[in-house]
């Protein structure tokens, strides 16, 4: 049964930092790219980065120069590092991963329960 569990959310005032991190486990034969997402109450859940095995970023526009993701492959582990919060960046944030089972022979997308991150003005 594969497993994405998100850890590092909290409360912080504006202007902050806080690292995420997500663990994929669970009978996983090889993790592709990796990828955080966000929902905010009332609105739905939008992309904030991605970061492929080679470690090649992609962010949204709302979050660039402020957010790095990063990933430690031998540890099935990817990382957001979230800095100059603000009130807006209050969301539930997911990790994905793109992965293939023992056996499989495909790559199949697995989300995290989510982790809640609230920025206070």
């Known amino acids: 049964q594969v497993q994405l569990v998100e850890s590092g959310g909290g409360l912080v005032q504006a202007g902050g930092s806080l690292r995420l991190s997500c663990t994929a486990s669970g009978g996983i034969f090889s993790v592709n790219a990796m990828g955080w997402y966000r929902q905010a109450p009332g609105k739905r859940r939008e992309l904030v980065g991605t970061i492929t095995t080679g470690g090649t970023t992609d962010y949204a526009d709302s979050v660039k120069d402020r957010f790095t993701i990063s990933r430690d492959n031998a540890k099935n582990t990817v990382y957001l590092q979230m800095g100059s919060l603000k009130p807006e960046d209050t969301a539930v944030y997911y990790c994905?991963?793109?992965?293939?089972?023992?056996?499989?022979?495909?790559?199949?997308?697995?989300w995290g329960q989510g982790t809640q991150v609230t920025v206070s003005s």
């Open positions: 994905n991963g793109e992965i293939m089972l023992d056996g499989n022979l495909g790559y199949s997308k697995y």
